[in-house]
Nanobody
Framework: QVQLVESGGGLVQAGGSLRLTCAASGLTFSRYTMGWFRQAPGKEREFVAASRWSDDSLYYRDSVKGRFTISRDNAKKMVYLQMNSLKPEDTAVYYC????????????????WGQGTQVTVSS
């Protein structure tokens, strides 16, 4: 069974950085699109970034472009999200998801999720 475990969240001041890590098991990792989503209180889960397995393409939501970087290590079955220049509006629980397809931006396409890691950015 697929298991995803996120880590690396925390409290940081605006302008600071955090690196999130997602460790995967129970899947052929190199054949999965891996995504990061986030969910703030009272809001729906939203796409943040994805690494597509089929062509190694990387995708970001507009508000994090130039600040966040997704990367993956297929040998270690890990996916990372480097977050720089953090803003208070980045505050949310961040989730790692695994998706066997190529469409990357929708929650419904991800078949497994981690438990989430809290990121809080103070102003």
């Amino acid at each position: 069974q697929v298991q995803l475990v996120e880590s690396g969240g925390g409290l940081v001041q605006a302008g600071g950085s955090l690196r999130l890590t997602c460790a995967a098991s129970g899947l052929t990792f190199s054949r999965y699109t891996m995504g990061w989503f986030r969910q703030a209180p009272g809001k729906e889960r939203e796409f943040v970034a994805a690494s597509r397995w089929s062509d190694d393409s990387l995708y970001y939501r507009d508000s994090v472009k130039g600040r966040f970087t997704i990367s993956r290590d297929n040998a270690k079955k890990m996916v990372y999200l480097q977050m720089n220049s953090l803003k208070p509006e980045d505050t949310a629980v961040y989730y790692c998801g695994a998706n066997p397809g190529r469409v990357y931006g929708f929650v419904r396409d991800y078949i497994s999720w981690g438990q989430g890691t809290q990121v809080t950015v103070s102003s």
